[in-house]
């Protein structure tokens, strides 16, 4: 039988998991691969804890660089979180040749570029499948499942925590304040959860896609992020009335001049598949010329959905090794010499439908006012509603849809609303998209 | 610049399909690859409008076979439909040892044994992800993405025909027979539906899915198939006002003893995520132990997105050529010698929980007997009402959810109770799926 040893980096959440499931399932993926797969060498933050749950006979080192040299690991797996550790581990692992598997997204979506060049050069392999999207094997469908197709688009709920927050901001009638306190106990949302409600986890795991559906570096930092926080169940109910959910999507798009990235709360038509996903899954809707739409759901976090994805990567990585280069998928999915520098366009060039929220005092004229500054900014209007007053505030909402608008002429008209006397507070607009 | 030379095998739907993409799509999948690709060869049944669509520098031959012989052909697509020519074209590519390309589910559900045996020999490759759901990737994601999983259940939408027919039957509340006309009109079913509509279609795909989710040979006269021809829209009516929706699934599971393999209409929570699967799309939920549910979603038939497989199909095996078979993904997701004998259960043997509508003349002890029929063969029930008569037709219906219960004690009773006196009707029963 043959034999491959793993060097575990992190024994927390996923490194457990994938330690569980590979012991676990040890007969079924050695029936798949033919190969026996044992953790061999290992590293935690506390090695006390590590060796409990480890057991006596896997060797444990403080340092993670000693892992990745021990002449008994073939295959590095790096599950720490941040980015210096992880990133000085990687590095280390590409300079040895040895492959190495990563869950690490934050990693990825800031250091990739340099890792993938140097993992090419010294002709190691870097894997994650696990960094975006937890157990869906999307990377390996945007890379592999997909590559007839130019792609177009890319829409992803790629963040439990904020879907699940929505899901019981809707079905509870729940405020943000109150569903994150709901998630925070129930282990859905960390205690500080900036990262996901500002909606950056999601940010990161889109620069990774748009990369691979398009062939481009990855660009995190060119990510327009918008988060849920300012979400209120009011404009959640009101866009159910009108037959839509809200999901916090990243977007990536192909347009003429460049490509979309964004992140933002959408409107997203309630009987689409995208919309019944809910609770803590993730969903990532891709559409190619030729295939049309395709979606892949699963759970995007947690131990065994992510070491899942680990360990499918660790399977490629035992099948490839050795295999020359050009036999495997390019990183980025296409060829490293074949990368497009086609730009990331600016916010202000997407071109959305608009929700549009304007609570106002109850006089006659407004609803001329802003219809004549939307229409003074070419946004041309699909529906506009007043809806009835709860009695608990002053002043009526009024509700707007608009049709595709470019981002800048919104911009402008809601700074021309919001000004108006007759305007009480700051007005709400989310954006919509159709699949 | 590499230059991969095909042999078409068939120039209808798929062919043309195939053809048009790797033209529009040559430079993305360039960029992708490194190679460019080009038809060199090509068969069809009629070789004049073949020429008019495939143009003038392209070799055809009259014989399939000499395709696969031609000295100018590197891969070999094979696009035709039936098996007998299908099967041959793919012996002589094995027997030649290039590579070979197929969309062909029956051909691979009857003898893909066989021809996987003979390719493994041969060292030559036979690839067939566009055989089951079209456009998703789901053989890639069974095969590779899932790897750390042991698989417990699969069910699939995957015959868009049918799930057409069940959509307009839903949503416009039209007879099965409307539907079937309507989805002919519009070409989504032959003028010979039997195939699909009998459910036949989808236990050929779902006996390779169980082939590949559990390591077990294909075993497609296995499958117990149930279409959808007995479906009155009053059924899919019930089933909606008590919370689900009726959809054609092809269900495989593991079981302590075996596995199941069934084709069915299917009472869904309308609520979950393959309840939302409307018109002529597939789906494919997915079961693993590590990475909980994954579900799969996408167009499972038509030119273009058959096509996007196909290519994405060639693509590896670009990839793949010249490297070891051990380095391969392995035909079954299994190494070969680790295939499992564990037996196909007998349709007695599943166990589901139903509904049953019984029509009954409105007498007193008709319920009574009814209950006492199922409680005599251990049917437990959770919800049993009286339906309101639309009075078109005599006696009124009884609509009955019954607790989980094996197959052969539900037989049992609905044969009881169809031989009561104040029974107007055969029994319905549908089964019903949570997941």
Do not use: W
């Not at 676990?24 to 691969?33: G, Q, S």
């Not at 892992?67 to 008994?72: A, H, I, P, T």
């Not at 689409?272 to 699963?298: F, K, P």
């Not at 296409?334 to 520098?341: E, G, I, K, P, V």
């Amino acid at each position: 039988m043959n034999k491959v040893r793993l060097g575990l980096i992190g024994v927390g959440t996923v490194g457990r998991g994938v330690f569980d499931v590979l012991n676990r399932n040890r007969e079924e993926i050695c029936r798949r691969t033919g190969y026996e797969i044992v953790v061999s060498a290992a590293t935690a933050r506390d090695l006390k804890k590590a060796r409990g749950f480890l057991g006596p006979t896997i060797k444990l080192h403080e340092d993670p660089l000693d892992v990745v040299r021990d002449e008994n690991v073939d295959i590095v797996i790096e599950l720490v979180g941040g980015v210096t550790t992880a990133r000085s581990v990687i590095e280390a692992s590409i300079a040895l040749a040895k492959p190495v598997v990563t869950a690490n997204k934050a990693l990825i979506a800031e250091h990739g570029n340099e890792l993938f060049a140097l993992a090419k050069i010294s002709g190691s392999i870097v894997a994650f499948e696990a960094a975006v999207a937890g157990g869906i094997p999307i990377i390996k469908s945007l890379r592999e499942g997909l590559t007839a197709n130019r792609i177009q688009s890319v829409a992803g709920i790629l963040n439990g925590t904020t879907n699940f927050i929505l899901s019981e901001m809707r079905a509870r009638g729940l405020s943000f304040q109150d569903a994150l306190s709901d998630a925070q106990r129930l282990g859905y949302a960390e205690s500080d959860p900036t990262f996901d409600i500002e909606g950056i986890d999601a940010g990161q795991k889109l620069a990774i896609i748009a990369a691979l559906s398009f062939g481009i570096p990855i660009q995190a930092e060119r990510v327009y992020c918008e988060g849920i926080t300012q979400l209120t169940e009011g404009d959640i109910r009101a866009a159910e009335d009108f037959g839509y959910r809200v999901k916090l999507l990243a977007i990536t798009k192909r347009r003429a001049n460049g490509f979309e990235m964004r992140v933002h709360p959408t409107l997203v038509p309630h009987d689409c598949v995208i919309a019944s996903v809910d609770g803590a899954m993730n969903a990532v809707l891709v559409r190619g010329d030729a295939v049309g739409e395709t979606l892949y759901y699963g759970a995007g976090a947690g131990a065994e959905p992510t070491a899942s994805a680990v360990i499918a990567d660790l399977v490629d990585v035992i099948r490839l090794q050795g295999v020359a280069a050009c036999a495997q998928v390019p990183y980025f999915a296409f060829q490293t010499d074949r990368l497009s520098d086609v730009p990331i366009l600016d916010m202000g060039e997407v071109e959305c439908s608009c929700y549009l929220r304007v609570r106002v005092r109850d006089e006659s004229g407004v609803l001329a006012n802003i219809a004549g500054i939307l229409a003074e900014q070419g946004v041309s209007i699909e529906v506009m509603r007043q809806r009835e007053s709860n009695g608990s505030h002053a002043g009526v909402d009024i509700v707007i849809f608009t049709h595709k608008t470019n981002e800048r002429s919104i911009n402008h008209a809601l700074k021309k609303i919001d000004a108006l006397d007759s305007v009480v507070e700051k007005p709400v607009r989310l954006r919509i998209e159709t699949f």
